[in-house]
């Protein structure tokens, strides 16, 4: 009965979206005030009723009703109940209905949190986002029913891939798609601009909200996703540029280079069309993505829902509105007015180059990912492309960005004094490079990139904290003065500041993990040691345990650092009966940024023939800052989000002022 | 009990790479084949090289690498033994050849024509930065605007600034 329910709620929902197009779009042909609101009222009505849907997929995970075949074929009886709720969106089906959930609710948002748009803006907006949602939800009913029953009903499910029952996994996709469909939002925006011809400093300061909240929520998503492959998957590392990683890194370096170009539309008036054309290839790229992880097109080591007949109608999903977007485009915006004018040295010359950097760097990815597709499809040639193309392209092009990063906040609007910035950073620059020399000379030249990286991300930290330090002109005017300007400082600085340091810290973490991490590996029979790093591994015992849905073999190992106790892990290896598949739990030992990393391996003789066991142990120094740098950064994304000047619906209109 | 045995009987290593059973003895030539392994796809896999997996396949293009590095061929010298086996697609890192040089020179281009379209229309631009002086009708609105907001961060402020008539229908 609740699947029944289900299924007419998502088909309610499809028509509820389509009654928001067409509302809407008549209330903006008519002006009437009343199509208007009925259409905002279809937008939330629909969200509604998707809910009501999804709520109902997840009644049958949680009750493991198994008539339902999404449900057979993704739980089981025994799973923890994390892992049932995290089953509704572990499939095709499932995930495509939180895609619908999280698309009609930016809608519903949109008609809820828009009181201060214009009219004919905002219907545009509603129904740009409207036919969004009927797209998608036409998808889910015709094509991908999560509420199809069987026949036979089995007594047991096929439950979930192991791999992903995992709580930074249940966490991810419902964090990732909301960074995803988020940017449909912003989509939509950037239509009703060319729609109605009007691209402003309103404009800008109504899509950044929205640009910063998907942002924030996608990197939350992609960070949950590298920290689950850094423990899950067992090999040490967190991010490989497999296709699947670079599908949700191009929204999220578009959506990066957006943020900062509305900015420049806020304040400036200038980069309009700029801005406009970020807006829609954001979500371009998350339906490009969205598409890629589906349809199997592309291997990867994380595709779980691929489905290859399905995966080719999101392709044309994409090709429909990505095409009519960059269409409508193409023709409105060189009728945009120019915006305000400045000179190259100057805040919005330095955002400028970022977004150069940031878009040709999303272009390499992009390049990168579908290259060994293209060439497939005009030569017959199969090629890789791996990390080692990545690390040469992408790396250079990101570390140049980072390279300038510090002084745009300390350059003034419209024209900049480059020099006095520099002074102001002179401190932040002598302590990067002092670092780097440092550990230049405490290694060798084979280190000497590791040391360039680490110089940069102490550059990019003490950059930021020299922008704080020159916001509240410490040393330069009284203690108190200082502290009063500190707690005077925008939440938007914050924002900022925070973003900043987080991207550093990351850095640092990635440079210090990926050039000085080191990996033993041995066969230990009980009471056997290896040396990792500083440390020394001692196998105790191992043994069987059970777990809810699995049964696993466990080792315990005492770590010791100068003949001390430091930590016990206990590695697992697990084998889960219903799926027959075998996962690894890493044993993890935080040291302060660092990790010991232990992976229990399969049973082997060991030299003196005694039983034993393969142990994989990894020291990775840092690598906490690999996902704490990220996750400060989305902090930054909600910090500046809740600054007053962005939570207000609607700034005083100043478009006359800037025309 | 007796299948989780079998389970992990059935396994390979998960080790991969770092095995101890298949390193070389001499440690420069095992890091040198280390450092190669991340340089080649294994063949069959998802999207892994050969030093993270633990497919069968894995393992003997792993040997077979350790194998040539110890019979002293150079890091050129094993690419080419597997290309000439498994093709290109076993490399990770694509050739710098003709039928490469989008995938290689495209970055580099974009970068190059884009930096160069903002250079020159900051050039173009550029004796110009100041905006058209404030015609009096502007001057006006400049003057009320800044008569009741003194603070840069404080015109969103719940009172609108009394601009037109837009403002005071939003308040």
């Known amino acids: ?659 | 009990m007796r299948r989780l045995l079998l389970a992990i009987a059935a396994l390979c290593c998960i080790a991969a790479a770092a095995d101890p059973s298949e390193q070389l003895p001499d440690s420069a030539q095992e890091a040198r084949a280390r450092a190669l392994f991340a340089e080649f796809r294994c063949v069959v896999c998802q999207n892994e090289s050969i030093d993270d997996s633990e497919a069968e396949v894995a393992g003997l293009l792993r040997r077979t690498v350790r194998e040539q590095v110890a019979a002293g061929r150079t890091d050129a010298e094993v690419r080419g033994y597997l290309v000439d086996r498994y093709g290109e697609f076993v490399l990770l890192k694509p050739t710098f050849s003709a039928g490469n040089a989008i995938l290689w020179l495209l970055p580099l281009a974009l970068l190059a024509g884009a930096g160069g379209l903002i250079l020159w229309r900051a050039r173009r631009t550029g004796g110009q930065t100041d905006e058209p002086p404030l015609s009096a009708e502007e001057e006006a609105r400049l003057a009320t605007l800044t008569a009741d907001e003194d603070g840069r961060h404080r015109f969103a402020s719940t009172k609108p600034s009394g601009a037109g008539e837009d403002d005071r229908r939003m308040s």
């Open chain 1, 1 to 659: 009965m609740t699947a029944e329910l289900g299924a007419f709620a998502l088909a309610l929902s499809l028509a509820l979206s389509l009654a928001q197009v067409g509302l809407s779009i008549a209330g903006r042909i008519t002006g009437s005030a009343v199509l208007n609101r009925a259409g905002e009222g279809a937008a939330l009505a629909a969200f509604l009723v998707a809910s009501v849907a999804f709520a109902a997929l997840l009644q049958g995970f949680l009750t493991s009703d198994f008539s339902i075949a999404n449900v057979a074929a993704n739980s089981h009886t025994a799973k923890p109940w994390l892992y049932k709720v995290a089953g509704t969106w572990g499939s095709h089906e499932g995930s495509l209905l939180l895609w619908c959930v999280w698309l009609t609710g930016f809608g519903a948002a949109a008609a809820m949190f828009g009181r201060g748009l214009p009219a004919g803006l905002k219907a545009v907006t509603v129904a740009t986002q409207g036919i969004l949602g009927t797209l998608f939800l036409a998808f889910a009913v015709f094509a991908s029913n999560p509420f199809a029953r069987l026949a036979q009903v089995p007594i047991e499910g096929r439950s979930l891939n192991p791999l992903l029952q995992d709580p930074a996994l249940a966490f991810h996709p419902p964090l990732l798609y909301g960074g995803y469909v988020g940017f449909s939002l912003v989509f939509s925006f950037a239509i009703a601009a060319l729609v109605e011809g009007r691209i402003d400093a309103a404009w800008a300061r109504w899509v950044r909200p929205w640009t910063l909240l998907a942002w924030s929520l996608l990197t939350v998503g992609v960070t949950l996703g590298a920290f689950w492959a850094y423990y899950e998957l067992g090999w040490g590392g967190w991010w490989f540029w497999d296709p699947v990683e670079n599908a949700s890194f191009m929204p999220w370096l578009a959506g990066a280079a957006l943020l900062h170009s509305a900015i420049v539309t806020e304040k400036r008036g200038a980069l309009g069309g700029w801005t406009v054309f970020l807006a829609l290839l954001a979500f371009s790229f998350s339906m490009l993505g969205a598409f890629l992880v589906r349809s199997g097109v592309l291997t990867s080591v994380h595709a779980f829902a691929v489905d290859p007949e399905r995966g080719v109608m999101l392709l044309v999903i994409l090709a429909i509105t990505a095409g009519a977007g960059f269409a409508l485009f193409a023709w409105r915006a060189p009728s945009l007015a120019p915006g305000g004018v400045f000179a190259p040295i100057s805040r919005e010359g330095a955002l400028v180059l970022n977004n150069l950097f940031l878009a040709v760097a999303a272009a390499t990815v992009l390049l990168g990912t579908l290259y060994p597709l293209m060439l497939e499809a005009a030569t017959g040639q199969t090629i890789s492309v791996g990390p080692p193309y990545f690390n040469l392209t992408f790396t250079p092009l990101m570390a140049a960005a980072l390279l300038i990063l510090p002084a745009g906040p300390l350059l003034a609007w419209k024209r900049g004094d480059l020099k006095g910035a520099l002074q102001r950073l002179s401190l932040a620059a002598g302590i990067a490079i002092f670092t780097a020399l440092a550990v230049l000379a405490m290694n060798d030249w084979k280190k000497a990139f590791g040391a360039l990286g680490v110089g940069l991300g102490v550059w990019l930290v003490c950059g930021a904290l020299a922008e704080v330090v020159e916001r509240i002109r410490l040393f330069r005017v009284p203690g108190g003065e200082s502290w009063r300007r500190l707690k005077g400082l925008p939440r938007g600085a914050w924002g900022t500041t925070l973003g900043h340091l987080g991207l550093g810290l990351f850095v640092l973490g990635a440079c210090v993990e990926t050039g000085w991490k080191l990996e033993t590996a041995r066969v230990l029979g009980a009471g056997d040691r290896l040396t990792v790093g500083e440390y020394e591994l001692t196998l105790d015992r191992a043994g069987v345990v059970e777990g809810p849905n699995y049964i696993a073999e466990r080792g315990i190992l005492f770590a010791r650092k100068d003949g001390r106790v430091v930590c016990t892990v206990r590695p697992e290896r697990r084998f889960f009966p219903a799926g027959r598949q075998t996962t690894t739990e890493v044993g993890l030992c935080f040291e302060g940024l660092s990790d010991l990393y232990v992976v229990f391996g399969e049973r082997r003789a060991t030299e003196a023939g005694q039983p034993g066991w393969v142990v994989r142990a990894f020291w990775n120094p840092w690598a906490r800052l690999i996902f704490l740098g990220p996750m400060l950064m989305a902090l930054g994304g909600l910090v500046s989000l809740s600054d007053r000047r962005l939570r207000l619906a609607a700034p005083p209109r100043r478009a006359e002022a800037k025309a």
